[in-house]
């Protein structure tokens, strides 16, 4: 039984006409094939979902959801028992006619096991009817042929992960794509920059979304590539998709598509949302852009020297995550940032004026007795459910520091531009939008004191961990950041300050629930911006406080030497305070020049530790940074393309580092220090080639302090456990921040968000949910069902689908 056709009324018409008065759509008798042969039944077609009950009165009965659908065929007769879908897609494609039609559908599995692809074929009573509920399906899953993603450009990256992304794209991408009628290219990436080079390059008309097949890095790089084109703004609207085959997958995880088949059927499905972008300025003034998160210290330090065990899959993050942790490191630095609008509000509660102000690491704020610094305790809501995105966009007020950039003619800084319906698909023809000025260009780096525009806030570290996040997930069991919303306008920084190991424990391995926002030590806060501004230092847990206490001061911007003079002091004073913890283990002492010429002026001794290190990062430094090293033993010299022979008249080492920063040498068995001596804010950081890191301990001791009684009876109540513990050392650079997988010389940045600049591509369940969230804050209709329902005797017995 018809109720209507297609050829009569136009499918559009009648979708319109019955989805609006929530009648049925199609309505007619098709038996259902199962493994009990031939049931009859009537098969309904709603709006949201197709229904199919047996007539014999037996109550079996199916219900597919709208979302849970992706793809219709025609099938030739007596051929439905297909063991999977990619056999279906095979056997069914290029069926002209026929009364028999298959629907394919995906199900989500409880504990989150791969989703159950299936397919359920029907007998229509004449291939005229078969074909009208082809017809109807079809539109059903693409309402709009807008929304039909003709020419999708998949970028597959070959090693990524377990290097099963072939592998995976032919057996489950592939089918899928065929069975959605979803038109692809698939490029496979030649190395490292090869897609990045393609999307910056190439003429992109004719494609209707771009997708990775990769982890996160791959889609990071399509970013970069894509945000470099001079014509960047007429193709923000190209919607961006990843299938997840990689180590980490967090967008992926973040946009409940974490395994590649629901990803698949998302692209298939079409459907996109706007997607936040942070710009972030390095030191050199090259700008990069990212998505996901980026992390500074403790995951920093994870990611990078887990590399060494990359076979162990994502286990290896969680491995170098324990090992971390109990050999805990802290890093001395300063994060200034413009609260977002929610957060704004509790910030100057807890201020009680509206000037910037200073929260130190141990959450209290700086000239405001013991108020309490914004801390996140109550559980997050469901870290898919996501927020609409325009919340923090309504005040972006005229106190906020204006101006043109150098690169703001060829960078995507636009800000506040509106929503593009989620569900366009539409060629990206659009005008670029207008070039505005990015909310940190006026901030110059190093912040000088009462240089931070009004609302700025600055938290002194030091930090343990610091993940600025977009998104929630990092990857697929890595909750960094509960709060973390895509497209909220805003980035969150979640960071662990000054607590004790056993504290931080939920926050630092394996973070999968949102619980460890509650531990003492980790705190929130939402921003618009952000500007870090690391010291380079670093030391273990034992002397995080020694960071703290010893944090260079903001400059007052009266001059330079001022500021210098104070940075100066403070970084000896924090070495003078080891000195009488870590002074047993010194065997000798050494002399550091302040500059690069041959005399040392006001040499500094350090006194240096000739302990053998096991460290696993056996790097050396940077050639060319400028370092000199004198008077090293054989060993060490090694290290050194400048060593030099002579030795000191004291038999120690001399280090002559560069102006600015100092440097550890260290190799199998030797040692070296450095001290940083008479810093130059202003000076470039020396250029390294490598990271250094893993260095020998220093300790520096004044000249005209000779090594007393005192001292060496200090040293000897030190025990060698707690020397090991008390290195405070300097970072190459100012250490390593990770921005979506990729590693850059962290010196001052600025971080700022640049709401829904582009799209990605979210599956319909994610939407729905959005929908759905938006609607019951609103009181507003009840959940559509999102998955298969019901009962359904198959194989002989009773499978039961549970609702989602
Ligand atoms: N053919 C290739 N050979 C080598 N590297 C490649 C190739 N294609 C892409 N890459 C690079 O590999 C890096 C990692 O890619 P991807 O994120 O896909 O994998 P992954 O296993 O998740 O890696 P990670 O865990 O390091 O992020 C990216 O930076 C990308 O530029």
Not at 349 to 372: E, F, I, W
Not at 427 to 438: E, K, M, N, R
Not at 752 to 775: D, F, M, Y
């Amino acid at each position: 039984m018809l109720m209507d056709t297609p050829a009569a009324q136009g499918i559009v018409d009648i979708v319109a006409a019955n989805s609006a008065a929530g009648a049925p759509i199609m309505k007619s008798s098709a038996a259902l094939y199962s493994s009990q042969g031939e049931l009859d039944g009537l098969l309904v077609l709603y709006s949201d979902r197709l229904e199919w009950n047996e007539l014999s009165g037996n109550s079996n009965m199916l219900t597919i959801s709208m979302d849970a659908l992706y793809g219709a065929t025609l099938s030739p007769p007596g051929k439905y028992n297909f063991r999977s879908f990619e056999e279906a897609s095979v056997t069914n494609l290029g069926v002209v006619e026929s009364t028999h039609f298959t629907v394919y559908t995906i199900a989500a599995q409880e504990g989150g096991k791969r989703p159950l692809c299936d397919t359920w074929t029907f007998k229509a009573e004449s291939k005229e009817e078969s074909a009208t509920w082809l017809s109807l399906l079809r539109y059903a899953i693409h309402p709009a042929p807008s929304r039909r993603p003709t020419n999708v450009l998949v970028f597959l990256n070959p090693v990524s992960g377990k290097h099963k992304s072939l592998k995976l794209f032919d057996t489950v991408v592939r089918p899928i794509f065929n069975i959605g009628s979803t038109q692809f290219t698939l490029k496979i990436t030649e190395s490292a920059g090869y897609a990045s080079t393609f999307v910056r390059t190439q003429d992109l008309s004719e494609y209707t979304a771009v997708v990775a097949v990769s982890g996160d890095g791959l889609l990071y790089e399509i970013v970069n590539g894509l945000l470099a084109r001079p014509d960047w703004a007429a193709h923000r609207d190209l919607p961006l998709g990843v299938i997840p085959t990689g180590t980490g997958n967090g967008l992926a995880k973040t946009l409940d598509c974490i395994w590649p088949e629901q990803a698949a059927v998302a692209i298939v499905k079409a459907q996109a949302r706007p997607l936040d972008i942070m710009s972030t300025t390095l030191s050199t003034g090259e700008v990069k852009y990212w998505f996901l998160s980026a992390t500074w210290a403790y995951l920093a330090d994870v990611d990078i020297e887990s590399e060494s065990i990359r076979w162990a899959g994502a286990a290896r993050l969680d491995v170098y995550a324990v090992m971390r942790l109990l050999s805990l490191r802290y890093y001395g630095g300063r994060l200034h940032y413009l609260p977002a609008a929610d957060d704004e509000e509790e910030a100057q509660q807890a201020l009680g004026d509206t000037g910037s102000a200073c929260v130190n690491g141990s959450g209290t704020v700086a000239g405001a007795s013991t108020a309490p610094a914004k801390s996140y305790g109550a559980p997050a809501p469901d870290s898919s459910a996501l927020v609409p995105g325009d919340a923090d966009r309504t005040d972006q007020g005229t106190d906020m520091p204006w101006g043109l950039p150098p690169h703001s003619f060829s960078s995507p800084l636009v800000r506040g531009s509106p929503e593009v319906p989620s569900d366009s698909f539409v060629a990206h023809t659009q005008p670029a939008v207008g070039l505005h000025p990015t909310l940190t260009a006026d901030i110059q780096l190093p912040i000088r004191e009462g240089s931070l525009p009004p609302r700025w806030r600055t938290i002194e570290g030091p930090f343990a961990k610091f993940t600025a996040a977009n998104a929630s997930w990092l990857s697929g069991t890595f909750l960094a950041c509960p709060m973390g919303r895509f497209s909220d306008g805003a980035v969150d920084v979640v960071y662990a300050g000054v607590a004790s190991k056993w504290q931080l424990l939920p926050y630092m391995v394996s973070p999968t629930r949102d619980n460890y926002m509650n531990s003492e030590g980790v705190k929130h806060v939402r921003a618009r911006a952000f500007i870090l501004e690391p010291t380079g230092l670093r030391t273990t847990s034992r002397n995080a406080n020694y960071l703290m206490a010893t944090q260079p001061p903001l400059s007052n911007g009266a001059g330079d030497d001022k500021a210098r003079v104070g940075r100066r002091s403070q970084s000896l004073s924090l070495f003078s305070s080891l000195r009488a913890k870590s002074i047993s283990r010194s065997t000798s002492v050494s002399s550091v020049s302040n500059s690069d010429g041959l005399q040392p002026q006001a040499p500094v001794p350090v006194r240096v530790r000739s302990q053998a290190y096991s460290s696993y990062h056996q790097q050396t430094i940077g050639r060319g940074s400028g370092l000199m090293v004198q008077g090293l033993d054989a060993t060490a010299a090694n290290d050194s393309p400048r060593a030099q022979s002579t030795a000191p008249a004291n038999g120690g080492v001399a280090l002559r580092p560069p102006s600015q920063a100092a440097f550890s040498l260290r190799s199998e068995t030797a040692l070296a220090a450095a001290v940083m001596q008479d810093p130059e804010p202003s000076a470039q950081p020396p250029a390294l080639t490598k990271r250094v890191s893993g260095s020998l301990a220093a300790t520096h001791e004044p000249l005209h302090e000779p090594h007393t009684d005192a001292s060496a009876q200090s040293a000897r109540e030190t025990t060698p456990e707690d020397a090991s513990d008390n290195e405070c050392r300097m970072v190459g650079s100012d250490g390593i921040m990770v921005l979506d997988g990729e590693e850059i010389e962290l010196g001052p940045i600025k971080i700022e968000c640049l709401p829904s600049l582009l799209k990605v591509i979210c599956p319909p369940w994610l939407c729905e949910r959005r929908n759905t969230q938006v609607a019951s804050a609103a009181a507003a209709a009840p959940k559509a069902p999102m998955h298969i329902a019901g009962t359904l005797s198959r194989e002989g017995s009773a499978l039961g689908f549970s609702a989602a």
